[in-house]
């Protein structure tokens, strides 16, 4: 069975992610030392990633700010909920706002408008 986080730990994440992407392809103009429209090139792509990660940072804050905070009733610990179902950020107990999915078995699909 697949482990699910919450959202915003997911989309944190993606943007580590990118950060360490960049890096890697800064890096990576090292092996091209000879030719330096490529280590522009490899420079200029890592610091695209870098800067989307920005973005990304930059986004999942905003959004977090209107994320209705919740009481986990597992671990007792505030976390916020974005979407109709979402995961605790701590203890990874299934949450939701909506009255008629409680008691179902936990799926991310109720997050899409159908």
């Known amino acids: ?34 030719n330096p429209w490529l280590v522009v090139i490899f420079m200029s792509l890592g610091l695209l990633c870098i800067f989307a990660s920005t973005a990304v940072y930059l986004w999942i804050g905003l959004l977090s700010t209107r994320a ?8 007792g610990k505030h976390t916020k909920v974005l979407g109709r179902v979402d995961m605790c950020m701590y203890c990874n107990e299934p949450l939701t706002l909506d009255p008629t999915l409680e008691g179902k078995d936990f799926d991310q699909s109720y997050n899409k408008k159908s």
């Open 1 to 34: 069975m697949k482990k699910y986080n919450s959202k915003i730990n997911k989309i944190r994440s993606f943007a580590l992610s990118l950060i360490f992407i960049g890096f890697v392809v800064m890096y990576g103009a090292i092996f091209f030392r000879e």
């Open 68 to 75: 209705v905070q919740v009481a986990c009733p597992n671990c």
